[in-house]
């Protein structure tokens, strides 16, 4: 039986005081177990990308627990969740967010190298990521060299370095024509599957969605199953 990687209880986060309280998230409860790719699809304004920040450890719930691999997050210190996000948890967005002067190996090897992994290491199995996501033949190139499609690619290569054991995506093909999304969200599954991550990725893409273990959606501050 797969192991669960991630697990809110019944999460609560909202903005503002008083009469301006605005209530995103109301008792949410998800699991995402170990090798599952979970799509959320849900409109503009729902609370989406709230609930990958505080799935993410970037923002604390008002209510509730976010457990990473059976951990308890909510009363860490915000050290204890710094580490927790650098050891446990990639991050893949819309926009790469490359460091623009290195190289794509440079760029996957870096998160190696500062979690404390040596250069050789880093390198050979920064060149294994840009292997299985088929662009090793970039490796020494920069991001303004590279395609969209590319530049993703690498960013995917980078968010699994540390071998995370969650992956948190928004809307990770949201720039990309039809074709390239697909082949970046499929090199994206494979790594997800192949390194026994727990994915929970944000997309309007339907087609997309479709292609993952389960779909839910966010209604009146609740996850609940989506039928797409």
């Known amino acids: 039986m797969s192991k669960t990687h991630l697990k809110l209880t019944n999460v609560h986060r ?3 005081e008083g009469e301006k309280r ?5 008792d949410v409860s998800l699991t995402v177990a170990s090798g599952e790719l979970v ?3 849900a409109p503009s304004g729902a609370g989406k990308s709230t609930l990958l920040h505080v799935s993410g450890l970037l923002e604390r719930p008002q ?11 909510t009363h860490l210190s915000d050290r204890g969740r ?8 990639g991050y893949v967005y819309q926009f790469h967010h490359l460091l623009p002067e290195f190289s794509a190996l ?13 250069q050789k290491e880093a390198d050979r199995h920064s060149m294994e990521l840009l292997e299985v996501l088929g662009i090793a033949d970039r490796a020494t190139h920069r991001p303004a060299e590279l395609s969209g499609g590319e530049q993703q690619r690498v960013a995917i290569a980078r968010a699994t370095a540390n071998s995370p054991h969650v992956i948190l995506a928004d809307e990770p093909t949201g720039n990309l024509d039809p074709a390239t999304s697909d082949r970046v969200f499929d090199a994206l599954a494979v790594l997800i599957r192949e390194r026994g991550a727990a994915a ?6 339907h087609d997309l969605a479709r292609k ?3 779909i839910v959606t966010l209604q009146d501050g609740k996850v609940i199953p989506a039928n797409i």
């Open 14 to 16: 909202h903005y503002g």
């Open 22 to 26: 605005i209530h995103v998230l109301e």
């Open 39 to 41: 799509a959320l699809v």
């Open 63 to 73: 209510a509730g627990e976010v457990e990473i691999c059976g951990q308890a997050t």
């Open 82 to 89: 710094t580490q927790m996000r650098r050891l446990s948890i």
């Open 106 to 118: 440079e760029n996957v090897s870096m998160p190696q190298l500062i979690a404390g992994l040596g």
């Open 200 to 205: 929970l990725i944000a997309t309007h893409n």
């Open 212 to 214: 993952a273990d389960r």
